[in-house]
Nanobody, 122 residues
């Protein structure tokens, strides 16, 4: 499956952005889709995941209450709504697909999008 991420950009602190990630084919209910990010000079980190079948969501403590992951099964698309953005949210955001249903570790994700850059100015 190919994943195409979009929606990044430059936003002021406190602002909002919505990222989208469209899959090239149907995502099966056993899969987990998620978002990870990598800031300059830092390692990639988990942001949020969603079980495709049930819609149950998981998110990092650093984004809880600000970011919401959702999906549109008919469009094979996962979204990340980001509100109250902070400068520390600046990073390259990647969407990913886990065939095995992994939730948190990027190493267990099988397919990755190309990344979309989010820059938050303070």
């Amino acid at each position: 499956v190919q994943l195409q991420a979009s929606g990044g950009g430059l936003v002021q602190a406190g602002g909002s952005l919505r990222l989208s990630c469209a899959a090239s084919r149907r995502i099966f209910s056993s899969h987990v889709m998620g978002w990870f990010r990598q800031a300059p000079g830092k390692e990639r980190e988990f942001v949020a995941t969603i079980r495709w079948g049930t819609g149950r969501q998981y998110s990092a403590d650093s984004v809880k209450g600000r970011f919401t992951i959702s999906r549109d099964s008919a469009k094979n698309t996962v979204y990340l709504q980001m509100n109250s953005l902070k400068s520390e949210d600046t990073a390259l955001y990647f969407c990913a697909d886990s065939v095995r249903g992994a939730l948190y570790s990027g190493r267990s994700f099988d397919h990755w999008g190309q990344g979309t850059l989010v820059t938050v100015s303070s």
